[in-house]
Nanobody, 118 residues
């Protein structure tokens, strides 16, 4: 059974960098053909896809967030990390990590609330 767990600060100040880590157990982040995603849900809004890092290590980002987003991985720890720079209160959301396999979101983390506030 694959499990994903988000971790990171729950409060970030405006203009700073939001950094979250997703720790994966029960499956390797280098296994083909899986893609490891970050998704968020602002309060009162729908889900917004942020980007992914694939099994090969290649990342792809939402065009609307691309200029501020970086997703990397540590294969020795089976983790992947989201960094979102220059945050504003509009980046306040519940952040999820999730796996895509066979074109489906098949495993999700429980989500972590991140608030951007001074």
């Amino acid at each position: 059974q694959v499990q994903l767990q988000e971790s990171g600060p729950d409060l970030v100040k405006p203009s700073q960098t939001l950094s979250l880590t997703c720790t994966v157990s029960g499956g390797s982040i280098t296994a083909n053909p899986y893609y490891w995603n970050w998704i968020r849900q602002p309060p009162g809004k729908g889900l917004e896809w942020i980007g992914y890092i694939g099994y090969s290590g290649i990342s792809y980002y939402s065009p609307s967030l691309k200029s501020r987003t970086s997703i990397s991985r540590d294969t020795s720890k089976n983790q992947f990390t989201l960094q979102l720079t220059s945050v504003t209160p509009e980046d306040t959301a519940v952040y999820f990590c999730a796996r895509v396999g066979n074109w489906l979101y098949d495993y999700w983390g429980q989500g972590t609330q991140v608030t951007v506030s001074s």
